[in-house]
């Protein structure tokens, strides 16, 4: 499955964006959804993951009740919502996707290399 990440852009703190992952070959649905990312000189971060229904969330600690992360899977898209950023959410964000048929739980959901399909980044910068 190929995935396009859009929707970042330039910020002010406190600001919001709404980014968006589409897929235009295969069925979103049939994959969780995750979104990661990586700010410079740091390692890739994992943001927030969703099953394959929409039913299930899963978040970084640091991050929730900030960040939302939802689907439509009738148009093929996952979304992240983000509200109150700060600088330090400047990164480049990357959605990701992965079936998960072998392996369960907030800790595979949370781990970049567990997901096999990934999307170009797009890059979030939060002015103070």
């Known amino acids: 499955v190929q995935l396009q990440a859009s929707g970042g852009g330039l910020v002010q703190a406190g600001g919001s964006l709404k980014l968006s992952c589409v897929t235009s070959?295969?069925?979103?649905?049939?994959?969780?959804g995750g979104w990661f990312r990586q700010a410079p000189g740091k390692e890739r971060e994992f943001v927030a993951a969703?099953?394959?229904?929409?039913?299930?969330?899963y978040y970084a600690d640091s991050l929730k009740g900030r960040f939302t992360i939802s689907r439509d899977n009738v148009k093929n898209t996952v979304y992240l919502q983000m509200n109150g950023l700060k600088p330090e959410d400047t990164a480049v964000y990357y959605c990701a996707a992965d079936t998960f048929e072998l392996c369960y739980g907030y800790g595979c959901y949370a781990t970049d290399l567990e997901y096999d399909y990934w999307g170009q980044g797009t890059q979030v910068t939060v002015s103070s």
């Open positions: 070959q295969g069925t979103f649905s049939n994959y969780y």
């Open positions: 969703i099953s394959k229904s929409g039913g299930s969330t």
